[in-house]
């Protein structure tokens, strides 16, 4: 197990190296410009001027190693300096947004929570719904929650988010005005009135993104139940005299969870992709946002940035799954 | 018994049989029905309707249900009708192509990987690799990225379309190669394949002949369910106003362009997002059917 998880930590590391050469190199070959958007009565030279200082005259393996080196040494070194109040950085350029001028890890850093409070509660959430859904819908297989269980999971699957969250707009923002339409980022949770109001604006994103993970993460815990309910050791647990709750809910609850628990690991990186729509549907300020505004403006540090960071997501987690798949299912033995 | 009636009745089509399991599924059935309906609706509806979808008529700005323009009208008087089949159209035949290149792509990689043993460790690691790429935010660097020198050479209808099938069909194509490779893997162990082998046969036709049409159904599975994915990609990369340019509607752009008018004109909204839904939901069903009538385990019993 040790030496399997050493091995996949090191196969990662040059996955992300070539994953972060493939998006540089794809923001390299594009045609797009950033300083597009200076005005033509700009003389020559002094667009030369600002090339160089935003570091574009160099070879691009030149800025990609710079990219890396910030990336991975200066950014660590700030985050140390920040938080144990030490100087191991000493003033070194990190990654720096061609659009704000800002550091890229600041602007990440500030945007960060709202989209953590909005995905992470609508996954907790998503799970929450879907779990029950799916015990039920396996134990009275056919049964008529089963087929609605069934026909809404489908519909959730079927129905783009960016659709779900503007008919809930519609309905519950624009007709029945329960809840705001937009997401109010500057809205800071001091009292009980303003955390009811916090409440009420992440209920509809939260809805949004949790009915459409539910709808997936169901599925899998109904067919993980049905594989399981079906085995030898539930006539065994029933034959012993054991209460049917005690069977379905300790036996094989447990034992169906397994794969369920690696499918909800590798949908967490998926989320904060879906995300990018349902932030800009209720226009939060978090990171998916941030990606459009970047990606419109040319932004090519933000940009490399961000997308890299939802790749290491994606990597981070697919190792998770497959690490947890091999703790919590004793028939799997990586060696 | 049945030894007279497999005698008596005809050699019959195995894609018979497939159909016949597949009319049990009462939701793929429906599915059927409502896609055909829908792709009937795009191809000849602009025929029995032939307003153009462009054609502006500033003074029936904002129109509601009438009978002159049965969907109404949008803020610069165009028939919303007509820009449902017109933009349904684009929609689809985004979908089915990219979803065709992608189904090419993926049989293509897993067929050489299941096969070719020297091919497989290569093969499957890039495969791993572009799954762990985060395809979203790739796809929308490469659809504003490239959008402009496209367009300039190809037309701006012509340009973003090629765009835009070609990169969700570069990022949707690893599931149909793992699902193949597994297949491949398997049929490669069987004894037709050695017998095959065993009189010389050479390794294209081995490939066509003999392992593609026995890998056939989860490729028509996963081509299925590859539309719902591809329209559903369309539409949210037109959603983020990154697809077609606002001249030529896609479901999703119509979506996109009344979300500003929502408080006044809903409606605007919610008919192309039924219609992307709709769409989505029966070729899901389709898909769902089809996987069970292509499964010989569940079929004939």
Redesign the interface.
Known sequence: MFQYTLRRLLIAIP?LL??SL??FL??E????DPLGQVPLTVPPEVKAKMRTALGLDAAWYVRYFLWLKQMFFIEPMHLIDTLFGTDLAQGAQRVISFQSRQPVMDIIAERLPQTLTVVGSAYVVGVLIAVPIGIISAYRQYSWFDNLGT?IS??G????T??TG??L??IFA?KLKWFPSVYDTTLQVTDWASFKEQLRQMVMPVTVLALYNAAQISRFMRSSMLDNLGQDYVRTARAKGLTEKVVVLVHVLRNSLIPVITVIALGV?QIF??A??TE?VFKVNGLGQQ??LS??ANDLPM?MT??FI??T???TF?LIADLLYGILDPRIRYD | MTETTTAIRPPRNQWWDVWDQFKTHK?ALVGLTIFITILLGITIGPWLWDMAPTYVDLRARNKGFSMAHPLGTDQLGRDLLARMMAGGKVSLSVGLTAMALAVSLGTTIGVLAGYFKKLESPLMRLT??F????????L???V???R??LSQRFGPEGGIFLLIVTAIGATSWMQTARIVRGEVLAIKEREFVLAARSIGTPARRMVLRHILPNVMSPIMVSATLGI?TAI?TE??LS??GLGFPPDFPTWGRL?FDA?DQ??LY?MR??LP?IA??LT??SV??IG?GLRDALDPRIRGR
């Open positions: 996955t070539i994953i493939v998006i794809l923001l070959a594009a045609p797009g026909f489908m519909v699957f079927s129905v783009p960016f659709f503007v008919a707009i519609i624009v990186p992709g879906g990018i729509i800009q990606l459009i990606i419109h940009v961000l997308t939802f790749a997501l994606i990597v697919n | 939701g791993d690799l799954l762990a790429l985060p395809l979203l935010p790739l929308l660097l490469m504003t990225l490239f402009e020198p719902a559903i539409s949210a959603f983020l979506l979300v929502i408080q809903p909204v919610v997002g992307i839904s989505v939901l899901n069903y769902d």
